[in-house]
C-alpha cells in the first residue's frame, strides 16, 4: 500500500488544530488522529481558565491565600515556564492573568488607550518570582492576592509536543501538528521529501513571504497581524509589555524555529517584546534556537544561523 498524507481540522484550545499523519491505512490514519486530538482535549481541560474547577482556577483562586496541590504535569510546566522567564528577563511570564480586560480588550470595540500609569499599577501582580513552588508536596503558591497565571503563552506548543509523542508512541513515522501557526513536523511527506513550511506575511498573513524546508523541528510566530487594535490611525498588538502593562509596537511578527513545539511557542512573544537587537542577541547565545523577525518597516532580521530561500 501506498503511503498517503492524511489529515483532519478541529478547533481545540480555541484554536483551529489541523493535525496531518502520513500512512498506508485510513482507518488507522484517522483513528491515531483522533487519538491525538483526544490528548489535546485532555491537556485542554487541566490548563484552561475557562473552567471554574481546573487546576490553575484553583491556583489563582487561592492566589494569597494558600498553596494548592498539582498534577506533577501541571506542577512540571510552571517549573519550565518559570524556567523560560528567568532566560527572558521576565518577558515571557505566566502571571500576565492579573492584567484584566477592563485596561485591554482586543475585540476592536477599543477607542482609546488605558493611560500608562492606571497600566503600570496593575502590572505590579505580573512578577514571575511570586510564585512559589515546592516539588516535595507538589505546590504551587501565588503570593499576591489577585494574582492570577495562564498558559496562553505556552500552552498550544505544549499540547503540539503532547499530541506528537502520543502519534509517535503508536508508530506515526511522520505528521505535523499545526496549532494555529505553531507547528511541530516529523519524518517527511508521503513522497519522502522534507516538509516545507511557509513563515507567515504579516501584511497578508495567507501568503507566505518565505518557506523553509522542515523535519523534527518545531516553529512557532507571534504577530500582530491577526489580533490588534487600532486607536488614532496606529496599530497596536495585543502583546502586552509584562513590565509597563502596554501593548507592543514596532516588531510584527517574530518566527521562531527549535526542536521543541513548547519552547518555540514560549520564546516567540518575548523576543517581540524585547525588541529586534535585545530579541537577537539573547537568540544568539542560546543552542538550537533560531529566529525571523520582520519589523514594522518590513525590514527582516535573522538570528546567525538561519538561511531564507
Not at 516567540?268 to 534556537?289: F, R, W, Y
Request: hydrophobic letters at 40%.
Amino acid at each position: 500500500m501506498t503511503a498517503k498524507e492524511f489529515r483532519k481540522t478541529e478547533k481545540l484550545m480555541g484554536n483551529a488544530f489541523e493535525i496531518t499523519v502520513v500512512g498506508a491505512d485510513e482507518v488507522l490514519a484517522y483513528q491515531q488522529i483522533d487519538s491525538a486530538i483526544g490528548e489535546i482535549k485532555r491537556i485542554e481541560q487541566l490548563f484552561t481558565t475557562f473552567k471554574t474547577d481546573s487546576q490553575t482556577n484553583l491556583i489563582n483562586n487561592n492566589a494569597g491565600i494558600q498553596a494548592v496541590k498539582v498534577d506533577e504535569e501541571v506542577f512540571n510546566l510552571i517549573e519550565r515556564s518559570l524556567r523560560i522567564s528567568r532566560i527572558t528577563n521576565g518577558f515571557f511570564d505566566i502571571t500576565y492573568g492579573g492584567v484584566d480586560k477592563s485596561l485591554w480588550n482586543f475585540d476592536r470595540s477599543m477607542t482609546r488607550l488605558p493611560d500608562a500609569e492606571t497600566a503600570k499599577k496593575l502590572v505590579y501582580l505580573i512578577n514571575y518570582q511570586n510564585v512559589i513552588l515546592n516539588r516535595e508536596n507538589s505546590t504551587v503558591y501565588l503570593k499576591e492576592k489577585g494574582m492570577r497565571i495562564g498558559f496562553g503563552g505556552i500552552g498550544k506548543g505544549y499540547a503540539a509536543e503532547m499530541a506528537k509523542n502520543v502519534l509517535q508512541k503508536q508508530g506515526v513515522g511522520s505528521g505535523i501538528i499545526n496549532a494555529s501557526g505553531d507547528l511541530t513536523v516529523w519524518g517527511t511527506q508521503a513522497d519522502g521529501k522534507p516538509w516545507t513550511i511557509g513563515i507567515a506575511n504579516p501584511d497578508q498573513a495567507r501568503l507566505p513571504f518565505s518557506y523553509l524546508n522542515l523535519t523534527d523541528t518545531a516553529i512557532a510566530t507571534s504577530g500582530n497581524y491577526e489580533k490588534y487594535v487600532k486607536v488614532g490611525g496606529k496599530k497596536y498588538s495585543h502583546t502586552i509589555n509584562p513590565k509597563t502593562g502596554m501593548p507592543i509596537t514596532g516588531i510584527k511578527s517574530v518566527t521562531v524555529i527549535c526542536p521543541n513545539a513548547e519552547i518555540a511557542d514560549a520564546m516567540a512573544t518575548p523576543i517581540s517584546i524585547m525588541g529586534v537587537k535585545a530579541g537577537l542577541e539573547m537568540i544568539n547565545q542560546i543552542h538550537q534556537i533560531e529566529c525571523i523577525i520582520i519589523d514594522d518597516k518590513n525590514k527582516i532580521f535573522t538570528s546567525k544561523n538561519i538561511n531564507l530561500i
